[in-house]
């Protein structure tokens, strides 16, 4: 994944460069100079720069009418993932959709679907999230990129997680590993090991928890520019190994590690929403409720994907703890609203679906490569 954009960029890089010697710069190529650029301050975390590159093409004379038009968008809106601007992202990734047709290389659909199945999760839309989710699969096992196929397993893995089906979620976490050991992707290693650690944790498989922990942070101390925020999301799986291996001073290190980290990436990101998910649950279990409660309530008034009904119910056991049992009951209605409703079955019927379509892909994946 990673190898070709990089030799995109090379290619591009040296097009724009000798056409700049000649003194003529056409639009396309110009463009092309501002998405090289963009793409590889994005990939340093630079995002402020990243984000005056984007300006710049989005400025240029023409600019709708270039071939270059949607792949800026498409950046652009994978920026704006980045730096916690999701609904700007939601819009604009939608709006690369009619595009795709007129672009023949299969990595910007997997991009493109990959993204809005996320967007759609933080929105609570399971439904348009698996449908976006099995585009991206499709697309991804066409191309025969293992990376996507990894990124795409991790993303339902953490589907599964966030629904409590903890065995399906540890199968795809699976999966995502074997994928991604075929891969020299930095990025999708790290993610895969970050999280299978949570995973592994959650369900007190600690030797393999604590493995994950540490391939995972010996890459995110490699981030190439991207050390906190890599860094961050690798708290929750080891929040919750400190917790079943019942270390409480090294739950306390993690925990002020965490919030100093927060305060040096972007408040809404994914990395930052991953970690005060975390530290809401481990201070419930700590029995420090006010503390649980108040990062219950920043989760609850953002679109950051956490699933309703866990959210509620550990609402509602603060409030009981804290002896507001009117709360407590309210908070605990809300969560049995969100326990059985045709959504849910919906949802349990397409997640059956997407597992069939996957495994039969996988087989003709492994056939074509023997």
């Given at each position: 994944?990673r190898v ?8 591009l890089f040296?097009l724009t460069?000798?056409?700049?010697h ?7 190529t110009?463009l092309?100079h501002?998405y090289?650029?963009?793409a590889n301050l994005?990939?340093?975390?630079h ?9 710049s093409?989005?400025a ?6 270039s071939f ?7 950046e652009?809106?994978t920026?704006?993932i980045?730096?916690g601007?999701?609904e700007?992202?939601?819009?604009m990734?939608?709006n690369v959709l009619?595009?795709l047709?007129?672009i023949?290389?299969?990595e ?6 990959n ?8 929105h609570?839309?399971n439904?348009?999230?698996?449908y976006?989710?099995n ?5 991804a096992l ?7 196929i ?10 599964y997680?966030?629904?409590?089906q903890?065995d399906?979620a540890?199968?795809?976490t699976?999966m995502?590993?074997?994928?991604a050991a ?5 990025f ?10 949570t995973?592994k944790a959650?369900?007190?498989?600690l030797d ?6 540490r ?12 050390e906190?925020l ?13 917790e079943r ?14 919030n ?27 029995k420090n409720?006010?503390?649980a409660l108040k990062?219950?309530?920043?989760l609850?008034n953002r679109?950051?994907?956490?699933e309703p009904?866990?959210l509620?119910?550990?609402m509602?056991?603060?409030y009981d703890?804290?002896?507001?049992p009117?709360l407590a009951y309210?908070?605990m209605d809300?969560a ?13 019927q397409?997640?059956a679906e ?8 996988e ?8």
């Amino acid at each position: 994944m990673r190898v070709r954009h990089t030799k995109l960029l090379s290619l591009l890089f040296s097009l724009t460069t000798i056409l700049l010697h000649a003194g003529e710069i056409p639009t396309d190529t110009l463009l092309a100079h501002f998405y090289n650029r963009a793409a590889n301050l994005m990939e340093e975390g630079h995002y402020d720069e990243a984000q005056r590159s984007f300006d710049s093409a989005f400025a240029t004379r023409n600019v709708k009418h270039s071939f270059m038009y949607p792949i800026l968008l498409n950046e652009q809106a994978t920026l704006l993932i980045y730096v916690g601007k999701t609904e700007e992202a939601f819009a604009m990734k939608k709006n690369v959709l009619p595009y795709l047709p007129q672009i023949d290389d299969l990595e910007k659909h997997i991009s493109v679907y990959n993204d809005l199945g996320l967007l759609y999760r933080q929105h609570q839309m399971n439904d348009s999230t698996l449908y976006y989710y099995n585009k991206a699969l499709d697309s991804a096992l066409q191309y025969g990129d293992e990376s996507w196929i990894a990124h795409i397993c991790n993303n339902v893995s953490i589907l599964y997680f966030n629904i409590r089906q903890l065995d399906e979620a540890e199968k795809y976490t699976d999966m995502a590993t074997e994928h991604a050991a075929r891969t020299e992707d930095p990025f999708v290693a790290f993610t895969t090991w970050q999280i299978r650690a949570t995973i592994k944790a959650e369900l007190n498989k600690l030797d393999d928890a604590e493995k994950s922990n540490r391939k995972a942070w010996n890459i995110a101390c490699h981030g190439e520019g991207n050390e906190d925020l890599w860094k961050i999301r690798c708290l929750p799986g080891m929040l919750r190994l400190f917790e079943r291996k019942e270390q409480p001073d090294s739950i306390d290190h993690y925990l002020k590690l965490g919030n100093k980290l927060l305060q040096r990436v972007p408040s809404n990101s994914i990395a930052a929403i991953g970690f005060i998910q975390s530290r809401a649950a481990t201070e419930t279990n700590r029995k420090n409720y006010a503390r649980a409660l108040k990062d219950f309530h920043w989760l609850r008034n953002r679109k950051t994907g956490t699933e309703p009904k866990t959210l509620f119910t550990q609402m509602a056991r603060c409030y009981d703890a804290l002896g507001n049992p009117k709360l407590a009951y309210t908070y605990m209605d809300s969560a049995r609203m969100w326990t059985d409703t045709l959504a849910q079955h919906n949802l349990t019927q397409q997640m059956a679906e997407f597992n069939v379509k996957y495994h039969t892909q996988e087989k003709e994946l492994e056939i074509a490569h023997l």
